[in-house]
Structure formats: structure tokens, C-alpha cells
């Protein structure tokens, strides 16, 4: 338990790593993906950009398989009120606080550089806010969805008591190649219209993934036996992925629904 513990703890970090090094070529990106500065040197075309399209298809898919890897192994060790409470603790919690109190002046700046204010004069100061407080929601979407996802565990662990657990053990390399037909099948769905991060469908799908699959030493050791495969595999769909895509928005439909960006993330 405690190696697959710091083996969790290495996928995280490195993942982290990678999170912030997105943010930075996001923030001044040129291929119309909206949220930072945007595009600040004269060049025709920034070929550097590349670099988001090869990261973004595959990086919250992992942390939520992640997620429900978490869930799975502190759910062994604790009961479901603590679960529960934990997750409220370290994910609602922090979000409702962050987003009201800190996170409008992330707003308030992404506004400002996108001139929004000027269509705003006639709103209410509470109703500016509000929009402010959306604006600069940053990486807290991804607690407040966690959470979601924590709490439907729950409710789904009454139900399925184990047995759904256990048939995930059964997976193998065949079940593995044909779990990226279900994975694309989630992204098309309940995807919200107007902030394109929340895309419940995929994302929890990956979770309950986490949980029901990858939590299994089993399946990790068919992955491991398999990783040149999945990675030849990721690599020739990431190539694919980026030369047909890049230019256009990768963040948003038609692109973040297309077989190559969920297949290169999911492999």
C-alpha cells in the first residue's frame, strides 16, 4: 500500500509540473484560447504553442483518474461520513472561500484585459461582482467538480457494494484498448456551453475509472506490462492530434471532442 502511496504521490507532482508549464504557454498563446494575455510577440505563427497541444488532451484526464484512485484507497481505511467530510473539508470549503474572496480579482483582471467592463456599465455592483467572482474561477473548477464526484461515489457505493469494484479487477489489455470508445462516448456529453471546462461526462467517467479500475494492482500491472504499447500509441495519436489541430482553439468543440484529442489522452 505504501508503494503504490508514493507511486500515486510521483504521478501527481509530475503532473503538477506540467500544470504550471500549460499555464505559462496558455497565458500568452496564439491559437484564440481565451484567459490569458494572448498573443504578445509579432511572430506570424507561434509554433512554440505546440506545446499545449501536446499537453492539454491528456493532463486532467489523469489527475481525475488519479482521483479516484485517491478515493478508492482512503475509502479502504475510513468510513463514508469521513469521506465526506474530508472531501468537504479540503475541496467545498476552500473553493466557496477562495472563489468569493480572492478569486474576483482574478476576475476582475481577466476583464480588464478583455475590455469586458465596457459592456457592463449599467449592472449592479453585486451583479459585476458575481461575473467577477466566474471570471476568475481558475483551477477551483476542478475542486468543486472533484467534490461532485466524491459525493456521487457515495451514493453510488450504496448501491453497487463492492461487486462493481471487483468485476474491475477482471480488466485486461483487451478491456483497456476498448475502454477508449466508452471514454470518448463521455466527452460528447454533459459538457456546460459557456465555460468549457466542466465537462462532467469525460471527466467522470475517468474518476469512476480511478476507482473501480485503476485502483486494482492488477490492472496497473497489465499497464505496466503494456506501457510501450499505450505509448507508442499515445505517440503517434499525439502527433496526429497536433498537426491536424494545431491553429485552431484545442480547448473547445469541435477539437476537445474529436476521436484523436480523447483517444491521445485517454492511451
Request: glycine residues 8%.
Amino acid at each position: 500500500m505504501q508503494v503504490r502511496k508514493r507511486y500515486l504521490d510521483n504521478i501527481r507532482w509530475i503532473t503538477q509540473v506540467f500544470v504550471v508549464l500549460y499555464h505559462v504557454f496558455y497565458m500568452y498563446n496564439g491559437e484564440g484560447v481565451q484567459g490569458g494575455l494572448g498573443k504578445i510577440t509579432g511572430l506570424p505563427v507561434q509554433h512554440y504553442d505546440i506545446v499545449l497541444y501536446a499537453i492539454y488532451p491528456w493532463l486532467m484526464m489523469v489527475l481525475f483518474i488519479v482521483s479516484g484512485i485517491a478515493s478508492r484507497l482512503y475509502l479502504e481505511r475510513h468510513a463514508d461520513k469521513e469521506f465526506f467530510r474530508s472531501r468537504t473539508t479540503k475541496l467545498l470549503v476552500p473553493v466557496t472561500i477562495g472563489l468569493f474572496v480572492f478569486q474576483f480579482l482574478q476576475g476582475y483582471v481577466n476583464m480588464a484585459l478583455g475590455d469586458a467592463f465596457t459592456s457592463m456599465q449599467q449592472l449592479p455592483p453585486v451583479a459585476k461582482y458575481l461575473i467577477m467572482c466566474l471570471s476568475g474561477i481558475g483551477v477551483l473548477w476542478y475542486l468543486q467538480i472533484l467534490w461532485v464526484f466524491s459525493v456521487l461515489l457515495l451514493l453510488v457505493r450504496k448501491i453497487e457494494k463492492d461487486r462493481l469494484w471487483r468485476l474491475g479487477a477482471r480488466t485486461n489489455i483487451v478491456a483497456l484498448l476498448a475502454l477508449g470508445a466508452v471514454v470518448w462516448a463521455s466527452a460528447q456529453v454533459l459538457n456546460t456551453p459557456v465555460i468549457i471546462v466542466y465537462r462532467f461526462g469525460l471527466y467522470g467517467v475517468l474518476f469512476f475509472l480511478g476507482y473501480f479500475v485503476f485502483s486494482h494492482d492488477e490492472v496497473m500491472a497489465a499497464v505496466k506490462k503494456y506501457f510501450p504499447l499505450f505509448l507508442l500509441l499515445a505517440a503517434g495519436l499525439g502527433v496526429a492530434f497536433c498537426v491536424l489541430y494545431f491553429g485552431q482553439n484545442f480547448a473547445a468543440e469541435p477539437v476537445n471532442k474529436s476521436p484523436l484529442f480523447v483517444l491521445y489522452g485517454w492511451f
